[in-house]
Every structure is written in C-alpha cells, then in structure tokens.
C-alpha cells in the first residue's frame, strides 16, 4: 500500500511533487513532521520546569516565526532556491562525475587487478541494508571533507561564505548555497558514495542498491525528517552526551552559524556528528540557548541583494588567489 502511494506520488505534476513527496523539503510530511518535533520538544521542556504549555504560547513562537520570513534574509533564501532549483539544478545539473559512472570505474578496475568475485551467500536484503549504511556514510563523510575544506581554504570560504550569509535560519537557508559550492560539493559526494559502493559490490560479487526512497538514500531522508528542517531554524534543541556526538542536532549547527568566533569551523557533518568527534570539530551545544547571531563579519556591502549573492563571491575568490 505505501508502495503504491510512494509510485503515485512520483507521477505527481512537479508542483503537486513540492508539496506531496516525502523527499521535498517544502513538503506537508518534512514541514509537519519538523512542526510536530519542535512542538513536542517544547512542551517536553515545559513539562520538565513543570511550567504549563498552551497553544497561546504555540502561537507566540509561530508569530516569531513569521517575523523571520519576512527577513530580507529569508527572501535572499527564496531566490537561491529559485536559482538552484530551477535555472542550474535543473538546467545543467551538478554532477561532472556521476556516482553510478564511478561504480562502474571501480568495479571494472577491481575486476582488471584481482579478478571477479564468487557471489557472496548472503540474503539480498542484508546485503541492500548494508550497502545502504555504506552508502549514506559515505555521503556523510564526503559531507564533512568538503565542508571542512571549504572553511580552510580561503578561496573556497568565498563561495561557501553565501551560506553563512544568512541573517536569520529558516528551512529555506538549506538552499542559500552558491553554485560553485553545490558543483563541488555534488562531485565530492558522487565520488564518495561512488568508490564506497563500487567496493561493496565488487567484494560482494553481484549488483546491489540501496534502499532508496524518492531517489535518496532511505536513511539521509529519516535525516530530512528528524534534523534538516530544525537545523536552520530558530528552535533550539540540543541533543548532548552520547546523543549529541553521535547526531548533529539543530542546535549543533545553529552553532555552526554563530558570529561568535569561539563557534567558528564546528560541527562541519551533516547528521552524524561522528566524523566531527572523530576530527576534533565537534561542539557540544549547552543546555540553553547563548543567544546566538548569524551572518559574516565582513559580508558583501548588500548581501541579501542578487548581484552581491552571485557575483561578490567571486571577487573574493579571485583576491583569495592574488593573496596566494
Ligand atoms: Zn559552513
Ligand atoms: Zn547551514
């Protein structure tokens, strides 16, 4: 049943798809689902100060909300993901390497070195499962090398600073991205994903996919439901102990926007916060909120006017190169 629901909405107008496919952001199931976990998480919290929570003060934060969206920064947001979306996403697309292009490299190379492998006698589920764990982990490590390169390198900062551009954090922000950003970040990816997988089903010795749901990998879209939509958005909700090195909570990457120079380069993963534990990058976000501000300190002199979000990173990638 869900099957034919899932198949249904792939055959959707691509309006009806925004709004409808469990894999868009902007649709009813992401947005109601992250509108359900901030509204249990206040009431949690609520419950735990033993204070009483009402729909007035449900109310009150959403009016807060609205407040952002009308922010010059949200609509900055608005026309990246225009221009994403629809002029180059759509147009172009983003990969110079494409994920299943490089399985097919890697196997056909394992193949020429060390010969065919016998099939392994595993069930084909398990091995889906696992090559589905293989592949968002790969995702999620290619995630955190680009990023990390992007904050150390100042001719990359120049593009990625657009993202941290943003004033104030809505679901929209996800998509304030240069496209130069995206094209690197979309090749990184592929190639990971690509040579994770390629090795997979090379040791496997037969074809294997992952699990997928609207074309993304099944875990990545739990990670859509549980953590994309919180992370840009005013909701502070910190997950800390073990929780918090193993997730990155929507406070740990509120902190990954703050001006507060003690918070810069932090928390560069997507989902798991393992590679930032791993590699020393990881903040653990306290208890409450420290009243966080977001942006650049030197950001473009209109930086929520096109020319400036297009252009000016340029400019500043080509001084980054003259600086050498
Ligand atoms: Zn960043
Ligand atoms: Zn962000």
Redesign the pocket.
């Known amino acids: 049943m869900a099957g034919e629901l899932l198949q249904q909405a792939e055959k959707l107008p691509q309006a009806a798809a925004i709004l409808l496919s469990p894999g868009s952001i902007f649709g009813v199931p992401q947005l109601g689902c992250a509108l359900t976990l901030a509204t249990g998480f206040l009431a949690w919290r609520h419950w735990r100060r033993r204070q009483r929570f009402s729909a007035r003060l449900l109310w009150r934060v959403l009016a807060r909300s609205r407040k952002l969206l009308c922010h010059p920064s949200t609509g900055a947001d608005a026309i990246y993901y225009l221009i994403n979306t629809f002029a180059i996403g759509g147009l172009i697309g983003w990969g110079l390497v494409s994920t299943d292009l490089v399985v097919t490299h890697v196997v056909r190379g394992l193949n020429d070195l060390f010969g065919p492998r016998l099939a392994l006698a595993f069930p084909a589920w398990g091995l889906r499962a696992c090559i589905t764990l293989v592949a968002f982990l790969a995702y999620e490590f290619g995630y955190y090398a680009d990023?990390y390169l992007?904050?150390k390198i100042p001719f990359l900062w120049a593009f990625?600073q657009t993202?941290?551009s943003a004033e104030v954090l809505t679901p929209l922000t996800v998509f304030r991205v240069h496209p130069v950003d995206t094209l690197i970040f979309a090749n990184i990816a592929a190639l990971c994903i690509g040579v994770s997988c390629g090795l997979f089903i090379w040791a496997s010795g037969q074809p294997v996919t992952p699990y997928d749901l609207a074309s993304a990998n099944i875990i990545s879209v739990l990670g859509f439901f549980l953590l994309a939509q919180l992370q840009h958005s005013q909701f502070w909700m910190p997950l800390r102990g073990i929780w918090g090195r193993m997730l990155l909570s929507p406070a740990h990457h509120q902190l990954?926007h703050s001006l507060d120079p003690a918070h810069h380069n932090c928390n560069?993963g997507s989902f798991i916060g393992v590679w930032d534990w791993l590699f020393g990058t990881l903040y653990m976000p306290p208890k409450a909120s420290p009243r966080l501000r977001f942006g650049v300190e030197q950001a473009a002199s209109a930086p929520h006017r096109l020319p400036a979000l297009l252009l000016s990173p340029f400019a500043a990638a080509w001084r980054a190169v003259r600086r050498g």
């Open positions: 990023h992007k904050h990625h993202h941290h990954h560069l």
